[in-house]
Nanobody, 125 residues
Framework: QVQLVESGGGLVQAGGSLRLSCEVS????????MGWFRQAPGKEREFVAT????????YYADPVKGRFTISSNNAKNTVYLQMNSLKPEDTAVYYC??????????????????WGQGTLVTVSS
């Protein structure tokens, strides 16, 4: 049974930084990409960023471009999300997910079949 465990969430002031981690373990699940998604209170879950294992290709949602960076350590089966210049509107539960998305749907959460439990990020103004 594959498990994804996020860590690194917390409370930060606007303009600050946080780094989220997601460790993948267990099972024989073979993913081609790892993504970060977030769900703010009262809103639907939305795409944040994705990285492909094979070539390190990265994809970002427009609201986080230039502020967030997704990276991976393949040897550790770990994916990171470095979040800089945080804004109150970044407040959400952040989830990592693993899947085998086709390139044209790499931002579609339906392409991801394994999910972590989420970690809360709160940005105060």
């Amino acid at each position: 049974q594959v498990q994804l465990v996020e860590s690194g969430g917390g409370l930060v002031q606007a303009g600050g930084s946080l780094r989220l981690s997601c460790e993948v373990s267990g099972g024989t699940f073979s993913s081609t990409a790892m993504g970060w998604f977030r769900q703010a209170p009262g809103k639907e879950r939305e795409f944040v960023a994705t990285i492909r294992w094979n070539n390190g290709g990265t994809y970002y949602a427009d609201p986080v471009k230039g502020r967030f960076t997704i990276s991976s350590n393949n040897a550790k089966n770990t994916v990171y999300l470095q979040m800089n210049s945080l804004k109150p509107e970044d407040t959400a539960v952040y989830y990592c997910a693993a899947g085998r998305p086709i390139l044209s749907a790499i931002r579609d959460q339906r392409m991801y079949t394994a999910w972590g439990q989420g970690t809360l990020v709160t940005v105060s103004s």
